[in-house]
């Protein structure tokens, strides 16, 4: 059986609009599906917010079920029309027994004045289990044959890592050949696996694309076709570049790095188990799911030199620079791995070094710079003589295959730059075959970002010609 992967995200459940847009795109293809989706547009934040106030016993769990059950039993009234149809009692029931669960687990938490890794994960579970719910009935509602998957059931089996599991794949792959062998439409709930041991762990904030990618894998899948509310991958963020053009066409190493660098079109993990399995990826926009199937930007192997080289311009606010500096820190044996292990001890991931003969240069997550910095100062690492941080930057990334072979590119992005007077703190360029990065003072981002767009697509009307 030849299977056709389908991701919504929570944009694409904001309201009925959106709705009745997914419908239409599931109708579009007039075929059996596996539909991954993701918790209704914002409720993943309520959640995180219900645990975090439970824990600390000011939560008011029946009011806040309470609000959950009226908004949902609202939207669903709004589109299963007929009011003496079985299906809105069959919802109802199916709904009110996962709002239950919901509730006891922040009534333990509240017990215990503190949320265990194993309660968090569940809890935060809760958003996709109930827009899988929801969704299946209103497709049912539509004629389409379809039924509820959740990962517990079929098979989605992860390595039990809290907050940040990794799908166990050759395990998942024997499951869910099984499991959803009839040729039917599957809705499962995307964002959480189950452990060795039958727990439920997330697959990392934003992970309903990794699970969409890790189902598409295992499945060997014709397609991954992620439905976002915009139009696929641009040369650059439109709220701050006027002009932007589509990139039709990325390899799954220029997605991976644009994803890593602050685009929001899919997790960065998304195209790990596709690419090995060479399925593509397909980007469409949900505001357009009445023209059809119709993709507007593809991830695949093919690799593709365009005129420009660079393909898009991204970049990051949420990284942070933890600098170490002394005579010879950057070359002396040790330093480093002893920084590096006590950062990892603490669960501190490292996403980039840059070192110098003077200074040790650690990008990490902007959210834990004053953690880690103190975790160096208590570790009073030899040669290490003074430990600083600066959260006030910005990741810009040039992303494209050919950057690193073709002369003349890194040359132009900086005398881009340079033209307006930006000072570059630092530069990152050969570490990826497809992106260079280098870090500005944040107040220097948009102008930054501009320049570069318009060294290179300036005039640009595609982005999609190869020389």
């Avoid at 059809?292 to 990284?319: C, L, M, Q, W």
């Avoid at 570790?379 to 990334?397: E, L, Q, R, Y």
Wanted: one cysteine or more; glycine letters at 8%.
């Amino acid at each position: 059986m030849s299977y056709q992967v389908v991701k919504f995200g929570g944009s694409n459940l904001r309201d009925i609009d959106g709705i009745k847009k997914v419908i239409q795109a599931v109708k579009n293809y007039n075929q059996p599906l596996i539909i991954v989706v993701s918790a209704f547009y914002g409720m993943t934040n309520r959640l995180i917010n219900a645990v975090e106030k439970s824990a600390a016993g000011k939560m008011d769990i029946a009011r806040f079920t309470r609000d959950i059950r009226n908004q949902k039993w609202l939207l669903i009234q709004q589109i299963i029309k007929d009011k003496d149809n079985l299906l809105l009692d069959q919802y109802c029931i199916e709904f009110e027994k996962r709002l239950e669960r919901l509730k006891e687990n922040l009534t333990a938490v509240t017990h215990l004045n503190e949320v265990p890794p194993e309660i968090y994960d569940e809890v935060l579970s809760f958003g996709e289990r109930l827009s899988s719910l929801t969704l299946f009935y209103i497709l049912t509602y539509f004629g389409v044959d379809c039924c509820e998957a959740l990962p517990e059931d079929i098979g989605l089996f992860t390595d039990g890592e809290y907050k940040n599991a990794s799908v166990d794949f050759e395990r998942t792959e024997i499951h869910l050949r099984k499991a959803l062998s009839v040729h039917k439409t599957y809705i499962i709930p995307g964002f959480y696996g189950i452990s060795p041991d039958g727990c439920t762990t997330l697959l990392g904030r934003g992970g309903s694309d990794y699970s969409a990618a890790a189902i598409a894998a295992c499945l060997n899948a014709q397609s991954l076709d992620l439905w976002k509310d915009v139009e696929g991958f641009l040369s650059a963020d439109p709220e701050i570049v006027s002009g932007t053009v589509n990139v039709n066409e990325l390899t799954y190493g220029e997605a991976s790095e644009l994803s890593y660098f602050g685009s929001q079109i899919l997790h960065p993990r998304t195209t790990e188990p596709l690419a090995k399995a060479n399925i593509p990826i397909r980007i469409m926009d949900i505001h357009q799911s009445c023209e059809g199937i119709r993709p507007f930007t593809i991830i695949h192997k093919e690799e593709k030199i365009t005129s420009n080289v660079v393909k898009s311009v991204a970049y990051s606010d949420h990284f942070g620079l933890l600098k170490l500096s002394g005579s010879g820190v950057g070359i002396k044996p040790g330093i480093l791995a002893k920084s590096a292990v006590a950062l990892d001890d603490a669960g501190i991931n490292i996403q980039s070094v840059i070192t110098s003969q003077t200074a040790i240069n650690i990008l990490l997550a902007k959210k834990e710079l004053s953690k880690a910095k103190n975790i160096i100062l208590q570790k009073d690492i030899h040669g290490i003589s003074d430990i600083g941080i600066d959260s006030n930057i910005s990741v810009i990334a040039a992303v494209g295959q050919g950057l690193v072979s073709k002369a003349g590119i890194a040359g132009r992005i900086f005398s881009a730059v340079a033209r307006k007077g930006i000072n570059i703190k630092i530069i990152c360029f050969g570490a990826s075959n497809v992106a260079m990065y280098f870090i500005v003072d944040k107040n220097n981002r948009n102008e930054t970002v501009k320049e570069i767009h318009d060294e290179f697509f300036s005039g640009e009307v595609c982005c999609d010609a190869c020389v």
